[in-house]
Structures are given as structure tokens and as C-alpha cells.
């Protein structure tokens, strides 16, 4: 009926826009790259490469190990989201079937970075990763929650990045708006198997045309708008950076897509408390700014913030956000100067 014609719809639009033979729905990002990986490492023993903050690693629960049997080794995740070539090949098993080791098979990579603050991998490293992928005999998949930011922020379609991978999960309900769902694409034979690996971990959905509608529409419709949630955390950016009062570090450089992080300067001023502050509506607050603002913002890595940009953030909203946050700014000054 309607679901599977939308379904296989989604599927095929996918399919080609990221230059893949096949794509499939699953419901989460999660549960794409789960997959992913159940099927590129499909004997007990077999290894994956991944980078140290990579959020497989980080945010996953360990599924692969959990659920897979999958051991992974980690590389350095470097600022902008890179590893250093010489550590990766480094990581890479000789010898299989000597009994003493894994078996290398999967290198990840994570395109944009969440933890590094949505920073683009560059053309050439993917490059340079596949090549080396190639000379070993490993897959290479991309967990590219974000993958359609990074397209339009190097101003290329999907399929110019994923020629370097052999799969991609990339998620639908980012900043491309959909409720739910992300579309994990790769070889014909590829998603054949993932469609048993997804039956089995319980993401089969009944009446799916539904969820896929949405995702038409994300894919065809919201791609485009993703220019703007750049343009808004590039303003917010700005605009910590030109704050009077020097409580804000942020690398403008950094500041490539659609997440925003940066750091407090002042140790009397945790993340936390920061983040706290922005959600709430303060004392003075409204007679300072004519109405309260409430801010959601996450305390996140190493001590930094996390901010990020998405669909029904306007630019106005961004303008209250930045009101907020000088407020918030001047009320932790004005403290200061009382307790000294």
C-alpha cells in the first residue's frame, strides 16, 4: 500500500542524492550506524578504528561491543575533526589469522563533528582515508548525522563526500526538520543484510509512510535552509566575541555549520550555572529586556558549551538569544563588582 510506495520513494531519492546503489529508513542515527556496523563486522573477533570523541564511541553505550561483539580501538580526534593518517594505519591489525588479534575491518568517521563543534571533515582527508582503507582491504562508513550540513557549508552535493565511504547513516531529524528517522545507505548487498540486522534490533516500523512523508520533505525541501542555521550560529559567535565584558572564548575559525562551541574565561562562572541562567528567566530580566528569554543551551565537553541551530530558530530568535546571553553577561559582571 502507500507506506511501501513511500518507503522505496525515500529510499530511491536517497539513494541517489548520496550517489549509493540502495538506502534504507531505520528510526535512529543510533540504530544506522548499530547497523552499520553489525554488518561490516560480521564474525566475532572482527575490529573497528574509531576516533576518540566520536559519538559511535562517546554516545552509543558501547553498542557495538554491547550488542555486535565488535571491539573498537581509537584514534586522536583532532580539533577539526581529523585523525592523523600515520596514527590511523598505525591502528590497523597485520597478520589476521594469526590467533593473538582482531581482525581490522571498519574505519568510522564523523561528518559534521558534534563534539568538536560541527566542524566539516575535509574533501581531502576523506580521500586520503579511503585510499588507505583501500590499501588494507577495510570499509569505511560514515556516520553522518549531519552529513547534508557539511554539503551545503562546502557547497557540494551529498554524493562529492560519500564517494570516499562505502555506507553513510545520515539523519533526517536534525536540522533538516523531519520527527524522526535517519536513511542509512550503501552497496545493493550492503543494505540487503541491513535489513535483517534492522528487523532484528526491533526497528522494522509498521505504517511507515508516515515517517518517510516527513522525510521527503526534509530531503527535498530543507536541505537549502540549512544555509541559514550556519549564517544564525555564526551571528550568536559574533556577537560572545564582541561581548563587552571578556567572559567568552570562541575560535570564529571553528565555527563552521550549524553548532556553536565555545568556553566561559571566568572560573567563577561555571558552564552549568551559565547554562542554567540562559534557561531561566533572571531577576530584572524583563524590565531590562521588555520580556523574559529563555535560552536552552547544553554544558558539554571539556568544560565548553554547546549551542546549536536548527529548524524554527530564527533569526530573531537568535537576536533574543544574543539580548539574553549580554544580560546574562552583565548580571554575572555586576556580581563581581558587589562581592569585591
Not at 548525522?145 to 533526517?172: G, W
Not at 558539554?300 to 553577561?329: C, Y
Request: charge should be negative.
Amino acid at each position: 500500500g502507500l507506506d511501501w510506495d513511500v518507503n522505496e520513494n525515500l529510499q530511491k531519492i536517497t539513494a541517489d542524492m548520496f550517489g549509493m546503489e540502495a538506502a534504507l529508513f531505520v528510526p535512529s542515527g543510533t540504530m544506522g550506524n548499530l547497523i552499520a556496523v553489525m554488518v561490516h563486522c560480521r564474525e566475532r573477533g572482527d575490529e573497528m578504528i574509531v576516533g576518540d570523541l566520536c559519538h559511535i564511541h562517546v554516545y552509543e553505550q558501547g553498542n557495538s561491543a554491547q550488542l555486535a561483539g565488535v571491539h573498537s580501538t581509537t584514534v586522536t580526534t583532532l580539533p577539526d575533526g581529523t585523525f592523523n593518517l600515520d596514527q590511523l594505519e598505525s591502528k590497523i591489525r597485520h597478520g589476521y589469522p594469526d590467533p593473538h588479534y582482531p581482525r581490522s575491518r571498519l574505519i568510522c568517521l564523523e561528518n559534521t563533528h558534534n563534539i568538536q563543534g560541527g566542524r566539516v571533515l575535509p574533501l581531502s582527508f576523506l580521500q586520503e582515508v579511503r585510499a588507505l582503507a583501500d590499501e588494507y582491504g577495510l570499509s569505511v562508513h560514515m556516520d553522518g548525522a549531519r552529513v547534508m550540513n557539511a554539503a551545503v557549508a562546502q557547497d557540494v552535493p551529498p554524493s562529492t563526500i560519500l564517494q570516499h565511504t562505502h555506507t553513510v547513516s545520515a539523519c533526517l531529524s536534525k536540522g533538516l526538520g523531519a520527527p524522526v528517522g535517519s536513511m542509512l545507505a550503501g552497496p545493493q548487498d550492503f543494505i540487503s543484510k541491513a535489513i535483517r540486522c534492522r528487523k532484528a534490533l526491533g526497528g522494522a516500523t509498521r505504517q511507515a509512510g508516515i515517517l518517510a512523508a516527513a522525510g521527503k520533505v526534509s530531503l527535498q525541501d530543507m536541505v537549502g535552509r540549512l544555509v541559514e542555521d550556519h549564517h544564525n550560529a555564526r551571528t550568536f559567535a559574533q556577537a560572545l566575541l564582541d561581548c563587552p565584558s571578556p567572559l567568552f572564548a570562541v575560535d570564529m575559525a571553528a565555527v563552521e555549520t550549524n553548532i556553536l562551541r565555545f568556553r566561559l574565561q571566568d572560573p567563577s562562572l561555571s558552564p552549568q550555572e551559565f547554562c542554567g541562567r540562559m534557561a531561566q528567566v533572571g531577576e530584572g530580566e524583563e524590565a531590562a529586556l521588555g520580556q523574559g528569554i529563555q535560552v536552552l543551551m547544553y554544558p558539554h565537553f571539556e568544560n565548553s558549551i554547546r549551542a546549536v541551530w536548527h529548524l524554527g530558530i530564527s533569526p530573531e530568535d537568535t537576536q533574543l538569544a544574543i539580548q539574553k546571553m549580554q544580560f546574562v553577561a552583565s548580571q554575572h559582571f555586576k556580581e563581581k563588582v558587589r562581592a569585591q
